[in-house]
């Protein structure tokens, strides 16, 4: 069973309009992370979260707003979508121990602004 | 400036070739990972390697941390590893990753 999952898998949405992205992990793990990946290139992190109630910007959050009601569940948040945001995005959570965290990521979410 | 650069962009192997893949990064990182990304574009964690060498399976990775460089070595390469590497280190303060651009591996049968 995956232990962190995404959904939904893939989106299309209009300009303007509101998309939101979640996040499921089983791992129990404190810290989740929303990254970005463009044709051809590695991942950027937008924003993460130390746990449940907090979020960080990452280097690249403008344009996006994260939640982090639970444990569980991490949101990412486009409230007003641009075509420049059609990526990918992935979600992972991370276990934060020994001064490094060995993060595990989602399937990820193909995302098209039209 | 870009704190993971990898090397080479791209590279094309027959299969039973071994590939080596080379990792720069610019700061001090507590902890390295390579990851393996499917054509299909899942992520899976290969090894974390911080310092010293790691092993698994065909897979051998060594980090000279005081040089900041890692590699990937593979040997015997099979067209199931065709795929795109990708390099992160953690710098330990705030648990943040940063990425490499990838290198794109070729196996051709």
């Known amino acids: 069973e995956a232990a962190v999952t995404q959904s939904p898998r893939n989106k299309v949405a209009v300009t303007g309009g509101k998309v939101t992205l979640s996040c499921n992990q089983t791992?129990?793990?404190?810290?989740m992370y929303w990254y970005r990946q463009d044709t051809g290139h590695g991942l950027r992190l937008i924003h993460y979260?130390?746990?449940?109630?907090?979020?960080e910007k990452g280097d690249i959050p403008d344009g996006y707003k994260a939640s982090r009601p639970s444990q569980e569940n991490f949101s990412l948040i486009l409230e007003l979508a641009t075509p420049s945001q059609t990526s990918v995005y992935f979600c992972?959570?991370?276990?934060?121990?020994?001064?490094?965290?060995?993060?595990?990521f989602g399937p990820g979410t193909r995302l098209l602004v039209l | 400036g870009q704190q993971v650069q990898q090397s080479p962009s791209s590279l094309v192997l027959q299969e039973g070739e071994n590939a080596e893949l080379q990792c720069n990064f610019s700061?001090?990182?507590?902890?390295l990972q390579w990851f393996y990304q499917s054509p299909g574009g899942s992520l899976v964690s290969l090894l974390s390697?911080?310092?010293g060498t790691k092993h698994t399976g065909r897979l051998t990775s060594t980090t000279v941390t005081k040089e900041r460089r890692s590699s990937l070595h593979i040997s015997s390469s099979q067209t199931t590893d065709s795929g795109t590497y990708l390099c992160?280190?953690?710098?330990?303060?705030?648990?943040?990753?940063?990425f490499g651009d990838g290198t794109q591996l070729v196996v051709k049968p």
């Open positions: 992972a959570s991370g276990d934060g121990l020994g001064g490094g965290d060995t993060q595990y």
């Open positions: 791992n129990n793990h404190n810290n």
């Open positions: 992160a280190i953690d710098r330990g303060n705030n648990n943040r990753i940063f």
């Open positions: 979260s130390y746990g449940a109630g907090s979020t």
């Open positions: 390697n911080p310092s």
């Open positions: 700061s001090t990182a507590t902890q």
